[in-house]
């Protein structure tokens, strides 16, 4: 008897642990996806494959050499080499297997709604939202680059990664939090929009290559309030290195955007550093608060780096990576917090 009854429970933890590392898997992809993606835009591959979404129209660059070599040798300089191709594609390549993991939680989030005790509907909403990342990949290359599209896929890479961070959390065991710490759930809310506008501001920055537009610190040119062009610098909807009339984006223009992005970032600094001083006191809360602070202090760190060794491929990935942390970070304080807001008895796993 007692061995009847201890098969379906041991099958539905071996069901409950696969989707967790599913789950696990697949935001960690999505981790390793945001970083290269800093790196192609970097390394100026976005257009490495001028098409979408193979490379001239074949699976890899290896079927697409002659028309490889043929703009290489047009345009030496230009926006396509095998090595750009390659750095491309390996990206969209590792896309696609996102694409196809996101299914997969999907079938079992419905297969195994009951065993795994969870509303289906979270999972489901990344399916559309991954769908959405990968059309506004093909819009980058189509749009040959336009910020504003570059920008919104990066926004969506880390949309993407907070929703899988939700779900992962869903996951796991949560250390019991004191009620009292719920009344701080609306403060890391506020915390979170701050990062989302500070990334809108960076992907601005990296999308119109101005990381480099000042180059002392602290102030900008030499002043604390240079010449800016902001109406230029934040006109939306142009192409890039352009303002909307056509003319090529001025120096002041790209000052702004840099210099905006820079001190925004003290206050997204100041706020979740006092945030994450508050929430250390907390039993449950004091390890993502910790690693929150010191995320913090590495990514001021690289971004200070980044100006004055002029923006080394290297230190400019770390410094999206850690921007993608200081993410993970918020959404698991916000999930924690969400906890100790719940009445005693509610349901764990609503939507």
């Known amino acids: 008897m007692d061995t009847a009854v201890q098969r379906p429970a041991d099958r539905a933890a071996r069901i409950r642990a696969r989707y967790a590392r599913l789950v696990a898997v697949t935001m960690f992809l999505t981790f390793d996806l945001i970083m290269f993606g800093a790196f192609v835009r970097l390394t100026d591959s976005g257009l490495g494959c001028p098409d979408w ?74 399916l559309p939202a991954v769908c959405l990342q990968g059309a506004f990949g093909a819009w980058t290359v189509t749009h040959q680059l336009m910020p504003v599209v570059v920008t919104a896929h990066l926004l969506g890479g880390i949309s993407l990664l907070a929703l899988l961070t939700w779900l992962s959390a869903r996951q796991t065991v949560l250390p019991d939090i004191p009620a009292s710490a719920g009344r701080w759930w609306g403060y890391a809310a506020v915390g979170l929009a701050l990062l989302y506008t500070q990334l809108a501001l960076g992907g601005w920055v990296s ?125 698991t304080l916000l999930v924690r917090l969400a906890r100790a807001r719940r009445p005693p008895g509610e349901a764990a796993h609503a939507f």
């Open 53 to 126: 979404p193979g490379c001239y129209g074949k699976a890899s660059p290896i079927g697409a050499l002659d028309h490889i070599h043929a703009a290489a040798t047009a345009m030496p300089e230009g926006p396509v080499t095998l090595s750009k191709a390659w750095i491309e594609m390996i990206h969209r390549y590792a896309g696609t297997l996102l694409g196809i993991l996101i299914i997969a939680i999907v079938v079992v989030a419905w297969r195994h709604r009951r065993v795994l005790a969870q509303s289906p509907w979270l999972a489901t909403v990344i």
């Open 207 to 331: 999308t119109n290559y101005a990381a480099l537009a000042c180059m002392d610190f602290p102030t900008c040119h030499g002043q604390w309030l240079p010449e800016m062009d902001f109406r230029g610098g934040y006109s939306i909807v142009r192409a890039l290195g352009q303002l909307p009339s056509g003319e090529i984006i001025s120096q002041s223009a790209l000052t702004a955007i840099h210099w905006t992005h820079r001190n925004f970032a003290f206050v997204v600094l100041v706020y979740l550093g006092w945030l994450a001083l508050k929430l250390r006191r907390y039993d449950g809360l004091k390890g993502p608060a910790t690693a929150l602070l010191g995320m913090l202090c590495v990514q001021l760190l690289t971004g200070l780096t980044s100006i004055f060794l002029q923006w080394p491929i290297v230190i400019a990935v770390l410094h999206n990576g850690g921007a993608a942390v200081l993410t993970i970070l918020c959404v």
